[in-house]
Each structure stands twice: as C-alpha cells, then as structure tokens.
C-alpha cells in the first residue's frame, strides 16, 4: 500500500515559474525524502528532512515537513524545462534495525512548458 | 551512473517462462532493496536484503523469489510470468542500518511478458 499520496497528481506551469507539490502520510516518520524520476528511468533522491526539521532547502528546492499534519511540501524555485519529471515523495518508518525501506507515494508528474 | 547496476536493461518473455534480474549495489551499501513499477500501482516495495539477509518483504508474490550473495550482488528470480507481471523493476541500494539515508537506484528492467 502507499504510505504517502501527492498531491497534485499533474502539475503543468510555464518555465520560470514556482511549482509546489504536497505529500500526505499515514504513520509516524524517521525521515521523509523527495525523489525525481525521468520518464522510465531510475528514481533520483533530491532531499531528506528529518521529523524533527520544519524546513530545509537544496539549491532550487525547499522542502517544508508538519508533522502534526502529517505532510509534506516540495517548492521549486524558477523551474527549468529539464525539470521536467515526477516527484516522489518517500517516508522512512522504521526504527528498528533492519527495518529502513523506504515507502513511496503515488507521485506528481511535472511538465515545464518552454 | 549512479553506481548501482541493473540487468539487463530489456527483456521480453513469454508467459509461463521464468527470468532473473541482476543487481550490483554501490560500493559499500549493504542493503539492497527491490520494487515494481507499473502504471496501475506504483512503486510497490518486494523485498530487501541487508548483507545477505532477508530483512523485510512486501508485496512479493510466491512465484518470485530474491537472494542477496557474499559479494552483495542480488537477484531476483521471477517465474511462471503472467501478463500482468509486466512491468519496470527497480533495484535500489543503502548503507543500511537504523535509518534510511535514501536510496541510490539503478536505471531498472523493463520486463515485457507476451
């Protein structure tokens, strides 16, 4: 089952402009980290903030975590049409040893028009 | 290259047959993880391997099958194919241990059943 749901599940804007995107999860988290996927290859980690963060930032990127609300947003600054991709968002539950696999979301697709 | 290799890339298979995935993780990861992408479902956690050990399983079905090697290499044993199995697979690597830090993931296999 998936642990966390983006939101929007599409998301076309014009380059240079803002995108956010939100992630919603279910159980209490280690870490929640934010992957980008190009079209059929292999998933890429852009950030990790940790429960006990509120934001964090990388380059073009910020992330903000409410863990009361149990969710997540992604902002990226002046988008870029090789920002062109989906977003994941994926949760770390466990704490125990051994019990570190990562949860991922249902994903937003992101297009960037030129 | 993200330093964890997949193969192969392409397969196409009939169904009923059985196929094996190969992994090579990043130098120095030890756990290896493995999911499904398909369109319907996401990304669906199968199993993970922490140095040569089963450390959690998903949504694996019976008919598939993994195991993690001395030089950490995995593979994944996929047999009487349906249909339906179709799909990309993803192999991803950590460090392993308490929390996941996030993944490093190979580029996949993109298994076609006819």
């Known amino acids: 089952s998936q642990q966390g749901e983006e939101d929007p599940q599409a998301l076309s804007i014009q380059e240079g402009e803002n995108a956010t995107m939100n992630c919603s999860y279910k159980?209490?988290?280690?870490?929640l980290q934010w992957y980008r996927q190009n079209s059929g290859r292999g998933l890429v980690h852009l950030i990790l903030?940790?429960?006990?963060?509120r934001e964090k930032h990388s380059g073009r990127l910020r992330v903000t975590l409410d863990t009361s609300k149990k969710s997540s947003s992604l902002l990226i600054t002046a988008s870029r049409a090789a920002d062109t991709a989906s977003y994941f968002c994926?949760?770390?539950?466990?704490?125990?040893?051994?019990?570190?696999?990562?949860?991922f979301g249902t994903g937003t697709r992101l297009t960037i028009i030129p | 290259d993200s330093g964890v290799t997949q193969t192969p890339k392409h397969l196409i298979t009939a169904t009923g047959q059985r196929v094996t995935l190969r992994c090579s993780p990043r130098?120095?990861?030890?756990?290896v993880y493995w999911y499904q992408q398909s369109l319907d479902q996401g990304l669906q956690f199968l199993i993970q391997?922490?140095?040569?050990?089963?450390?959690a399983k998903g949504n694996i079905l019976e008919r598939f099958s993994a195991q993690q090697f001395p030089d950490l290499h995995s593979e994944l044993n996929l047999s009487s194919l349906e249909l339906g199995d179709s799909a990309l697979y993803f192999c991803?690597?950590?460090?392993?241990?308490?929390?996941?830090?996030?993944?490093?993931f190979g580029s996949g296999t993109r298994l076609t059943v006819v």
């Open positions: 994926a949760t770390d539950r466990g704490s125990n040893f051994g019990n570190e696999k990562l949860t």
């Open positions: 903030i940790r429960s006990n963060e």
């Open positions: 159980t209490s988290i280690n870490n």
């Open positions: 130098s120095g990861d030890l756990s």
């Open positions: 991803a690597s950590s460090v392993g241990g308490r929390e996941n830090y996030g993944y490093t």
């Open positions: 391997y922490y140095n040569g050990e089963e450390r």
